[in-house]
Nanobody, 125 residues
Framework: VQLVESGGGLVQAGGSLRLSCTVS????????WGWFRQAPGKEREGISC????????LYADSVKGRFSISRDNAKNTLFLQMNSLKPEDTAMYYC???????????????????WGQGTQVTVSS
C-alpha cells in the first residue's frame, strides 16, 4: 500500500496551492480520507476529512472557509485546495486513509491506518 502526496511548495501569503494524494494497493472508493499537517515542534493537526462518497466534509476552524477537500473516485485522487494561505499554514501536509467502517473522529490521527510521506507547504510573509 502506498499513499503519495504532491503539490506542495513555496507560496506567498494570500496565495493558493492544491495538494493531491493518490493511493495504490487499496480500493479508493472504499476509503475515508483525512488531511493532516504538522509544523516543526507542534503536534500533528487534523484539518479536514471527507466521506467515502464525498458528500460529507469537515474542517478544522483553522482552515474553514479557506481550504476545500474533495475526491475524484474516477481518478483515485484526493485533493486539498488551499486558498488565502497564511504563514501559519506552513507545515508538512499528510493525507491519511482508513478502511474501517466503525464510527471515528476524523480529526484524530489514530483513526487512520494508512499514511502518506507528506508534502511540504511553506508560506512566506
Amino acid at each position: 500500500v502506498q499513499l503519495v502526496e504532491s503539490g506542495g511548495g513555496l507560496v506567498q501569503a494570500g496565495g493558493s496551492l492544491r495538494l493531491s494524494c493518490t493511493v495504490s494497493g487499496l480500493t479508493f472508493d472504499d476509503l475515508r480520507w483525512g488531511w493532516f499537517r504538522q509544523a516543526p515542534g507542534k503536534e500533528r493537526e487534523g484539518i479536514s476529512c471527507i466521506s467515502r462518497g464525498g458528500s460529507s466534509t469537515l474542517y478544522a476552524d483553522s482552515v474553514k472557509g479557506r481550504f476545500s477537500i474533495s475526491r475524484d473516485n474516477a481518478k483515485n485522487t484526493l485533493f486539498l485546495q488551499m486558498n488565502s494561505l497564511k504563514p501559519e499554514d506552513t507545515a508538512m501536509y499528510y493525507c491519511a486513509a482508513r478502511n474501517y467502517y466503525n464510527s471515528y473522529d476524523c480529526f484524530v490521527a489514530s483513526s487512520y491506518n494508512y499514511w502518506g510521506q507528506g508534502t511540504q507547504v511553506t508560506v512566506s510573509s
